[in-house]
């Protein structure tokens, strides 16, 4: 059974940072690229970065260039999103995703807040 379990949002103050975790089972991680998604509320969910299986590639959207990171340890069928110079806008929930024949899997999601 496939499943993905994100971890480490919470409240973070305007300038902080959050280390997002993924923790992965049911398939054979190492294969697939990773991609970290958000959601706003009353907004579009919207992808925030990706990562090839091996990790030697990495993509972000231009919102979170420069500040976010993208990584993964296979031993560990892990992904991170580590976030920095965190700002209000960034406020959403993130959530893991990786696609298998077309079929797109996600976790539950964990809420960044960022606020003073």
């Known amino acids: 059974q496939v499943q993905l379990v994100e971890s480490g949002g919470g409240l973070v103050q305007p300038g902080g940072s959050l280390r997002l975790s993924c923790a992965a089972s049911g398939f054979t991680f190492s294969r697939y690229v990773m991609r970290w998604y958000r959601q706003a509320p009353g907004k579009e969910r919207e992808l925030v970065a990706d990562i090839t299986s091996s990790g030697g590639s990495t993509n972000y959207a231009d919102f979170v260039k420069g500040r976010f990171t993208i990584s993964r340890d296979n031993a560990k069928n892990t992904v991170y999103l580590q976030m920095n110079s965190l700002q209000p806008e960034d406020t959403a929930v993130y959530y893991c995703?990786?696609?298998?024949?077309?079929?797109?899997?996600w976790g539950k999601g964990t809420l960044v807040t960022v606020s003073s």
């Open positions: 995703n990786f696609r298998m024949i077309s079929v797109n899997y």
